[in-house]
């Protein structure tokens, strides 16, 4: 296995590259690809950047250039529903791409000539981020995000959210375009701006994925606030130690072969 780790923003990643044993980097359409051992498990970590052809273009170029098996996203997300807080975890069960609308042509979020709106990231990659994410709040979590930070951003009993993980090229910082798209898209835990094109391109490739998100705002007016500092003080912890518990648990038991066909 070759595990692709992509995130869109430096600080979410930055402690990976360093936990990296004989990281080599190699620059490729303006972006850097690290490739080394990360607890033993054969990676490439790569910044996709924001928005959703940016993370088609390095999942991609992860695929057919560098040769991965398999892709996780790890980052940050709006919370999708009420009850989604922020300090939760979220992982994508389906991702769709709120923005796609070619209606009345093909059905409002289908993308066109595929006949799909939902795209479904690897269910064995998914169970091992979920667990990682559960055993790390758990486990990890108290020592891992200050009582200063844990305070500031109200973080009390975080949980884990499977559900559907919607994506498209804008910060969702809007009460009333939210409310439209949660009644719209049944299940909605998280807006963001790159899952649902990774698992597009995963699918077209016949690349096992799995997404992961840390709920950093509300996505609403409010969602600026703070960004970067819950990015680099609690995010990337969060991306860092799940991520160490799935590298770790993927050495001790590989994944079985995936019923995911390959693409052409
Ligand atoms: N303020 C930031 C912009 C980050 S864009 C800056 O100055 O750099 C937001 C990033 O976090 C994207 O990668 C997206 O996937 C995710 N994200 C977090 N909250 C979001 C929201 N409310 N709407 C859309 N994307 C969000």
């Known amino acids: 296995m070759r595990l692709g780790i992509i995130s869109a923003l430096y600080e979410e990643q930055q402690g990976l590259v360093e936990a990296m044993r004989g990281p080599a980097k190699l620059i490729h359409g303006m972006r850097e690809y690290w490739a080394g051992s990360l607890w033993e498990i054969d990676a490439v970590c790569v910044l996709s950047r924001i928005g959703k052809v940016a993370a ?10 560098f040769g991965v098996t398999h892709i996780l996203f790890t980052g940050v997300a709006g919370a999708g529903d009420k009850t989604v807080r922020v300090g939760d975890i979220v992982v994508a069960e389906a991702l769709v791409q709120h923005d796609m609308d070619a209606s009345p042509l093909f059905p409002r979020f289908e993308v066109p000539l595929t006949g799909l709106s939902h795209f479904q990231p ?39 959210h499977r559900g559907l993980v919607a994506s498209g090229d804008q910060f969702m910082d809007d009460r009333e375009r939210l409310d439209g798209l949660n009644k719209a898209l049944p299940g909605l835990v998280a807006v963001e701006m790159e899952g649902a094109a990774v ?38 912890q969060y991306a860092f130690h799940i991520t ?3 590298c770790r648990e993927l050495k001790e038991a590989p994944l079985q072969p995936s019923s995911v066909s390959a693409g052409t």
Request: charged residues 25%; hydrophobic residues 45%.
């Open 56 to 65: 088609a273009m390095t999942a991609t170029t992860l695929v057919e250039k």
């Open 122 to 160: 690897d269910q064995q990659l998914s169970l091992r981020l979920s667990r990682a994410a559960h055993d790390f709040l758990e486990l990890d979590f108290l020592d891992a995000i200050s009582e200063g930070e844990r305070h500031t951003f109200r973080l009390a009993q975080p949980r884990v």
């Open 199 to 236: 698992a597009q391109v995963c699918y077209e490739l016949g690349v096992p994925c799995a997404v992961l998100r840390t709920i950093s705002d509300n996505a609403n007016e409010n969602a600026a606030t703070d960004f970067m500092r819950f990015v680099k003080s609690v995010a990337a």
């Open 244 to 246: 160490r518990r799935v």
